[in-house]
């Protein structure tokens, strides 16, 4: 695993900082009702991919995640500007403005969305997994889910061939603690999550989600086994949310208190309290820092607010279409 370095931990702050101010704009611009539909917002989970974008291959590994799904494609390379557009709604958005929030693609630097159903990610994750095997291509996939999403069969299904086929496949729980609005301890039998894979004989285990060290460090050694063609590994990425499940989300099954307690182990102020202990910038940096941040954003916007909507005719170039089928004779 490439060394984290004081520059790493300084792209770190700059990217999980304009990740978090990227959420914070889109809730702004839901309440003006320039966002419609389902908003999902990832604040406080930032963590999460700083980490695995240090430990992956970028020239060759995958991901693919449920519906809180903005900030991972920004991660891997995909232009804020056009993530921006699709969440509102416009032509030059990375689904042409079809998709909006739950469905973010990005085919060129291999993030495969963005799925709206609870769970339905993950053999597709398994299946993305499997054509890279077939194909030899050395590649990985990070097929990333809620807490939720580990109720659903088709999780057991899909651990079941990931390991009978040693499929080259890392299976990530976000534990946010909320499913919606139900506590883990209210909604499975087993509170530790990453043992669920155990009964299938994957090497699972949790890990500190608010730490983007401990996360590359654990997602590199899974990455790499399976990249070698030993199969598959199962993190659970323990971490928390700021905001609600989805925008209309009233967060009446949390308390203010609980939140609070998280917000002081905030991922993001974690990496600032390292960067100012060693010296490797200053607070009027870190103000400039965050000056950048804001002007990135608001071109991002204003990228959005400027560009077209789709016509009714744009969406049947993205239907899938064949007139000489070849699986009918």
């Known amino acids: 695993m490439k060394k984290i370095t004081a520059e790493i931990y300084i792209k770190w702050f700059k990217d999980m ?15 003006k009702q320039k966002i419609r539909g389902f908003l999902h ?26 519906y809180r799904c903005h900030i991972i ?3 891997m390379g995909t232009d804020p500007k056009e993530v921006m557009s699709e ?15 739950m ?23 398994a299946g993305i997994s499997f054509a890279d095997k077939y194909f030899k291509r050395k590649s990985v996939t990070l097929t990333l889910m809620g807490d939720g999403a580990v109720r659903q069969g088709s999780l057991h299904e899909t651990f079941n061939m990931a390991m009978l086929w040693k499929l080259p496949i890392i ?4 534990n946010n603690k909320y499913a919606m609005g139900t506590s883990v301890e209210r909604s499975s039998n087993i509170e530790d999550i990453y043992k669920i894979g155990l009964s299938y004989g994957i090497p699972s285990y949790p890990i500190d989600g608010m730490n983007p060290e401990e996360i590359a460090k654990n997602a590199f050694f899974a990455i790499e086994k399976a990249r070698n063609g030993k199969g598959a590994t199962f993190l659970e990425i323990r971490t928390y949310r700021y905001r609600g499940h989805s925008m209309s989300d009233a967060e009446s099954y949390r308390s203010k208190e609980e939140i609070l307690f998280y917000k002081k182990k905030d991922p993001i102020l974690r990496i ?34 400027k560009s077209s909507y789709p016509s009714i005719n744009d969406m049947y170039d993205f239907v899938y279409s064949e007139t000489e089928y070849p699986f009918l004779n």
Request: proline content about 2%; overall charge positive; glycine content about 10%.
């Open 17 to 31: 900082s304009f990740w978090r101010k990227f959420e914070d704009k889109c809730r702004s611009l839901y309440l």
């Open 41 to 66: 917002l990832y604040s406080g989970q930032e963590a999460i991919p700083a980490g695995l974008i240090h430990a992956m291959d970028m020239s060759k590994d995958n991901i693919i995640t449920a």
């Open 73 to 75: 494609p920004i991660a």
């Open 87 to 101: 969440l509102l709604g416009k032509k030059t958005g990375t689904s042409h403005g079809i998709g909006g929030s």
């Open 103 to 125: 469905h973010i693609f990005s085919k060129k630097n291999r993030f495969y969305g963005g799925h709206g159903i609870v769970g339905g990610q993950i053999p597709l994750g």
């Open 171 to 174: 299976f990530i729980c976000e």
């Open 272 to 305: 600032k309290n390292i960067i100012k202990k060693n010296n490797w910038k200053t607070e009027e940096d870190i103000k400039d820092l965050e000056n950048e941040i804001k002007k990135k954003i608001d071109y991002c916007v204003e990228f959005a607010e």
